[in-house]
Structures are given as C-alpha cells and as structure tokens.
C-alpha cells in the first residue's frame, strides 16, 4: 500500500463473487477495500435463497471442470477459515431425455475429465429415487461430487474472514461512479472519492449502470425460487434426495430443486420456463411472487415430484444476470483500465464463487492468471 492511495485494490460490491474476492485478496496481505451498497447477505440481488447446487460434471461445457474442481477445494478452506458449514455433499441427479442438455452435457464433461458417475435409465430412476414422476423416455446422471451451498451465509462467511485478514468494509454505502485509470481508478462513493491501484468490479446487476460500456453485455431478469410442502419429509432428506436438475429435450422446461432442509418442504426453481423471461431493473428490485408464479410452479412440480403438495407455501424472487451466451465476464477490457469485471454469473454461478475470487485476485495483483478462464473474455462479444 502506498501513501498515494486509499487502498492496493478496491472491491465494488459484496455479493457471491466480490467477497470472496475480497478474501482472497486480504488473506494475501493485500490492502483492500470492500464496498457494498446494502449489507453483506442481502436479498437484493442473485445471493440469497438459502440454499444453491455445486455439481461437478458441468452440462454448460467440458472447461467448467477444472475450475469447479479448484472451487471445492477453496470451500472447503473457507469453511476451516470461517469455522462455519457452508457446504453439504448429496450427490447430484440430472434427469431428461438421452437427447437433452442435462445428461449429454454432464456426461461428456465426465469423459473429458475421467468424473465417476451413473447412467440410470427410467427403471433405475423409478427404483432408486421414486421421489420422481418418471416416464419411460427419461434417463438420469448421477454423481456422487454435488451438494449444497449455502449463499448467504457463504457471503458473510468470506466478508468476516477478509476483515478479519485486514480488509476494510463500508457496507450501506453506494457507489455512484467508476473512474478507469491504468494506475489510478477512482471510486466515487456518497460523498467522497477513493482512489486505489486496482479496482475488482462485482456489481452484479448493477454492472451496467456503473460501467456504461457494459449495458451491450449484460440483461437483468427476474426469476422465482417456491418452496414445497412434502407429505412425506423424511423420504427427501440430504441423505436421500440430491440435488437435482431436469429439463425437456427442447430445453424450454427447466428444474431444480434441493433437498428439505427444515424437514417439512422441498425448494424448487425455474431456471428455464414460458412466461418467466421478464426484465428487470436492479434499482427499482425485483418484483415480488405473485399468483401466476404460484401457477407455473405448480406446473412444474405436477410433472416432476411425487407426494408433494404443487402450490409453494413461500416463494422469494431473485435476478439473474446475463450475459448473451449465458457464460461468464470475467476480467479486464481495454477500455476500462485499471479494472477487472465479474458479471453475467446468474443461473449458474455461485458454485464458482471462491474461483472466482481467486482469479480476481490474480488479475488485480498480477494482471493476470494461470487459471483458464479464456472463454469468459470480456471482449469476445466485440
């Protein structure tokens, strides 16, 4: 740190992946700061829920392994660091037509990275997890190497752990603009101005806003996560009932849902539905559930559970943000200098968080990673 500037990096936004950046820088004696414009755990934007998947055979493409795989590692360092659980292993269970992304996408990142796991064809899914609706055109992918994460916690957890490692915090405090500079940005908060050698941009839907040059790159949409009564709790418990994803061959109908972790309901999300692709503004929030979401839900869990009640008995929104092949931001743009960018992570992201941390941390000390991350090149939309 030099008498120059406030801080070595300065870290905008507390979310999945900027407190984990944070961490990461603190625990390598770097001077940080961290902003974040509500408080670390927030419901605001794409991190709270209480529960998200890890799964390590990745349907969305072979390169996501090696990182999913570091990811773990680092979990399992927060959680020794923190001395908090964040992550409970259940497997994992993709189910849809031998034709569909769920099981051709994990099982061709398992052959590329020699991953254990099972094909299970309906009769198998009928007999080992009759938790199901399963019809004789479904298939399934097991793998033991899934579980669950718990987000804000997860968050909190890494913000605590970078305070404690000598990071600074000012939460409830709004950022107003991003001056790029390569030696230099600038951070203009409420009513002051910081300056630091770096700046770590993990704005989540805010993204846009704080870095016009970005609006190309990122949508904001709402989504709806329900839970579900089950009549019967005990027989979706961790030990029994993994997390899960299915999905039609077209792709259109898109599922997941978690074990009971309050030993009466069942969380399910739409990922991918009709009717649910409905942008958002992250200033004005994301709308509330309504009486339509209760209804495809409802949809939804006819065709895929047994034996648990269609209507949620709670729902909470969340936003997703974009980007247009739904695949990573992730570092520097020439015309932003002085900066690393971390965006477009909803709909699958937060199981890369502590990653994503590291490589952040990797960019603003050393300008780059060894880690691979060449596909989520913030230039490839040029």
């Known amino acids: 740190m030099t008498n120059s500037v406030d801080a070595d990096v300065i870290v905008v936004g507390l979310g999945a992946m900027g407190s984990q950046a944070l961490w990461q820088l603190a625990r390598r004696g770097v001077g940080a700061i961290g902003i974040e414009q509500f408080t670390p755990g927030h419901d605001r934007g794409a991190s709270h829920g209480e529960s998200r998947i890890i799964r390590t055979a990745y349907a969305e493409g072979t390169a996501y392994v090696p990182l999913v795989k570091r990811a773990w590692k680092l979990w399992q360092e927060l959680e020794q660091t923190s001395g908090r659980s964040l992550l409970d292993r259940t497997g994992g269970l993709m189910i849809g037509p031998a034709d569909s992304s769920v099981i051709a996408g994990p099982l061709a990142s398992a052959k590329a990275h020699d991953l254990k796991y099972d094909l299970l064809s309906a009769d198998d899914l009928r007999r080992d997890f009759p938790q199901y609706l399963v019809t004789d055109d479904l298939r399934g992918f097991y793998e033991e190497e899934a579980g669950v994460l718990r987000p804000e916690l997860a968050v909190t957890a890494a913000v605590d752990a970078a305070v404690a490692s000598g990071a600074e915090v000012f939460d409830g405090t709004a950022v107003r603009e991003i001056v790029p500079d390569p030696s230099r940005p600038r951070v203009v908060v409420d ?189 490839r939309f040029a």
């Open 191 to 379: 009513d002051h101005e910081l300056t630091a050698r770096h700046v770590v941009v993990a704005a989540g839907g805010w993204l846009r806003q704080l870095l016009p040059s970005t609006a190309g790159l990122i949508t904001v949409e709402r989504r709806v996560m329900g839970w579900f009564r089950a009549q019967d709790p005990a027989a979706f418990a961790p030990a029994r009932f993994p997390v899960f994803v299915r999905c039609d061959s077209s792709g259109d109908h898109n599922c997941y849902g978690f074990p009971s972790t309050d030993g009466a309901t069942v969380k399910v999300g739409l990922h991918t539905w009709p009717g649910i692709y409905e942008p958002t503004d992250p200033a004005a929030g994301h709308r509330p559930p309504d009486q339509q979401d209760a209804e495809r839900f409802a949809d939804a869990i006819r065709g895929t559970l047994l034996d648990v009640d269609p209507y949620p008995v709670r729902m909470t929104s969340c936003m997703y943000s974009l980007t247009p092949d739904h695949h990573f931001l992730l570092g520097p743009r020439r015309e932003l200098p002085g900066l690393t960018l971390l965006g477009g992570f909803s709909g699958h992201g937060f199981k890369f968080a502590t990653v994503i941390g590291e490589i952040a941390a990797d960019f603003a000390c050393d300008g780059s990673t060894r880690l691979p991350v060449a596909q989520f090149d913030p230039h």
